[in-house]
């Protein structure tokens, strides 16, 4: 028996209004065996970004041949292409605008295809809410099989948005800075802990300090081992350097947003 097909979800739409669950019963009505799954539709409204960051490190946590449609979408109805994009082991289905560019950065072969083959959409498209009318089936007719090649034609010009990175002044100086904030207030940055094991190499000695405002905030190994509610860092589950307060909230309560530079010094 073939097992069912994936489709996970993630949007700005949030849990109020019926969006998320129309998108659902859109799909179920052309493939009532599909296993929908939400990653999160609390991404902050238009925040492409967020939306790019949040797949990034979800994405691989699923089957190969999972199906994800990722809708933050501020040029609806506009010339904003929509597009499948196609790796190895995964699809990707949303709009052209730069919300794949992770996806784009971290494999070396992919295609990107412009879905414009109308019949696998909704016989009535809205200029408002393409999460239905176009996504939501394109996503579930290919969960039925349809070849890729059916839903329009290849394209090498798709969006990729600048994503930053940390950058090295020195040798033992590493500066990045914050690009996302969970729901707890802990603020996780663009230096991977894999980027600091390259550069201190086997050296038993080696070790690394993590500075924000000019002052330390202390590595731990989890969040219950400080002491006080200062300042402490952490790498967590993705591997990242992550800033966290204990029992409290990083960001409000330091005013740390999105874009605070963060730096590694390697000793």
Known sequence: ME????????????????FVGIMKGVILNINPFANIIDITHGISPQNIMEAAFTIETSFASFPSKTIHVVVVDPGVGSVRRPILVITYNYYFVGPDNGI?????????SLNVIHLTAE???????????????IFAPASAWLSKGINVSNFGDPIDDYVNIPIPVPVMPT?????????????????MTNIKTQKIDELLG?????????????????????????????????INSFGYIELFVKKGNASSDFGIAVGEKVGVILT
Request: aromatic share 14%.
């Open 3 to 18: 097992p069912s097909p994936i489709i996970t979800l993630t949007t700005d739409f949030g849990y109020k209004d019926p």
């Open 100 to 108: 794949f560019s992770q996806i784009y950065n971290l494999n070396e």
């Open 119 to 133: 019949h696998y959409f909704m016989p009535r498209i809205s200029s408002t809410f393409h999460g239905r009318d």
């Open 171 to 187: 040798k033992n100086i590493i500066e990045g800075e914050v690009i996302y904030i969970d729901r707890f207030g802990n603020v």
């Open 202 to 234: 086997s050296k038993p000695e080696g070790k690394f300090r993590v500075i924000v405002r000019g002052s330390e905030a202390p590595l731990k190994n989890y969040y219950s081992e400080a002491a006080d509610n200062r300042l402490y860092s952490l």
